[in-house]
């Protein structure tokens, strides 16, 4: 792999959008990149790529920044921190994207689309019938000038497309994967820039890298075949293109893809669980570096002198959650002082108020404070060890109960901003479209998410707990409930 970079010396990025909880995987991106930089005395930079306006929050935002903090991890410049080649927020560079998009409309590299939503859907459609991969037909890439010119005039709505060449192939190497070489007829006339003026990740993110003058761009392996995209753009730029790595995803043990439908995998779900950061990349940190039995337990600084990105698996980096638990055990013995522990221990039961908040919703519900454990245990506990037979004494029929948490599940992930108002106004809203009384929805809820039917109170339990952990709560009660049903 070469390692040279621009007179500024290697600069690496990572660049999550903030769409969600912050996920396992970006911290190993993030993982890799830093250990990346340290390496070669490089710099590491965070960008926010925030181009999909609907999706993207201020809170996820948040929430990507302090889970970033929180794993250990430091960067040179950022939205928060500033730096010479900011703003580094995609939407606060808005007007920066405009002019390359003319540029290469004027050189001949692009064209102007008016396809309707409706038309590209039917399209689609049409080449999924016909057994083909969707992508644009270029019905609009030979407009003549005074075509385009008369219906922008009209007032029609209108994107900015790439054209692709109509044959050959990208042949491009691969810090990981070698050699890769992709059929030009196999990749998409990308949109560039929309028709709100924003850019496409596509676009953004190559006018970016080139800006922030980034050396070598590692990400996980489903960008590759993206790379023609954007080589292309370094090409119609005329820019010197950065090294390309694409590093293997994160997989279960059967080797399907790690996902939140399958398994936890917010950063903040291993933060409230009691995992301990240096752990969590002591574990993501192992799948960077070549060692010898006996020798698993790396401090930052050990991983970075072991950090070996020549020699990177293309099989995939196997999310072992055991032998993160093993990791994170021998952390806690080894690694911690008493005093250490005993301060990571109330730093945990405080993070995010957990313990505070449970106090306060406690006060008017016990009569002496040995009540607590039994009461408010739940928000500290790692796992309820929920059973079939602790939803038993629920009114509502286990597969109404099935039902219920089967629709919580995924109408909850619709809430943007996770608090006890929209907790509480969604959880109506689907006791209302369940045809159900508010109080049937919530019985089986309060079991899922305390392990109790007497317990604090629901939403503020659910607001303080965290989506994370709800949403495995909720994952677990539906096996559990299931495993009801299926004995009737």
């Known amino acids: 792999m070469t390692v040279s970079g621009t007179a500024t010396g290697v600069r690496v990025r990572i660049a999550p959008s903030p769409t969600g909880e912050p996920h396992v995987g970006t911290a190993y991106i993030a993982l890799f990149n830093y250990l990346f930089a340290k390496k070669h005395g490089g710099e590491f930079i965070l960008r926010i790529e925030d181009t999909d306006a609907t999706r993207s929050t201020p809170e996820f935002e948040t929430k990507v920044l302090d889970a970033l903090k929180w794993c250990g991890l430091e960067w040179k410049e950022g939205p928060d921190i500033g730096g010479p080649y900011g703003p580094y927020r995609q939407s606060d560079r808005k007007e920066m994207y405009q002019p390359y998009g003319q540029e290469l409309l004027d050189k001949g ?15 689609r459609e049409t080449q999924r019938a016909a057994g083909k991969p969707p992508k644009y037909d270029g019905l609009c890439l030979n407009l003549t000038a ?3 010119t008369s219906r922008m005039a009209a007032g029609e709505t209108t994107v900015i497309r790439m054209k692709i060449p109509a044959e050959g192939s990208c042949d491009f190497t691969d810090g990981v994967y070698g050699d890769v070489s992709i059929p030009w007829d196999s990749v998409d006339m990308q949109v560039l820039i929309k028709a709100d003026g924003m850019p496409t990740y596509h676009m953004a993110n190559v006018i970016d890298d080139h800006l922030m003058k980034i050396t070598h761009v590692a990400r996980g392996e ?16 005329d820019w010197d ?5 694409h590093l293997s995803l994160m997989r279960n043990a059967d080797k399907s893809k790690l996902s939140k439908r399958k398994n936890p995998t917010s950063i903040s779900y291993y933060s409230a669980l009691g995992y301990i950061p240096e752990a969590l990349m002591n574990f993501l940190g192992l799948f960077f570096v070549q060692i010898a039995e006996g020798e698993e ?7 970075s002198e072991k950090f070996d990105p ?8 196997i999310f ?22 005993q301060a990571r221990v109330l730093a945990w039961a405080m993070e995010n108020d957990r313990l505070k908040e449970g106090l306060r919703l406690s006060q008017t519900r016990i009569s002496k404070l040995g009540e607590l454990p039994d009461l408010a245990g739940f928000l500290l506990k790692s796992d309820l060890g929920l059973q079939p037979s602790d939803f038993a004494k629920i009114k509502s029929p286990p597969e109404e109960i099935l039902e219920i948490l089967n629709t919580v599940q995924p109408d909850l992930e619709k809430i943007l901003e996770w608090n006890v108002e929209t907790i509480e106004a969604e959880l109506r809203a689907i006791a209302d479209r369940m045809g159900k009384k508010l109080k049937v929805v919530v019985s089986p ?21 965290g989506r994370s952990v709800v949403r495995q709560r909720l994952k677990l009660a539906s096996q559990a409930v299931a495993a009801l049903v299926g004995s009737k």
């Open 222 to 237: 489903e960008w590759l075949a993206s790379v023609p995209k954007h080589i292309l753009l370094y090409r119609y730029f």
């Open 241 to 245: 293109q950065p090294v390309f790595m």
């Open 320 to 341: 072992d959650i055991q032998k993160l638990d093993w990791l994170n055990g021998r952390w806690i013995r080894e690694k911690l002082s008493e005093e250490e522990f």
């Open 310 to 317: 020549e020699n990177l698996s293309k099989a995939g980096a």
């Open 146 to 148: 005074e075509e385009v």
């Open 445 to 465: 809820l309060f079991v899922a998410v305390s392990g109790s039917s007497r317990s604090l109170p629901l939403f503020d339990s659910m607001a303080i707990l």
């Open 109 to 123: 590299h692009a064209f102007r689309c008016f396809c309707t939503p409706a038309r590209l859907e039917q399209m």
């Open 297 to 303: 337990l790396l401090t930052m600084d050990e991983l």
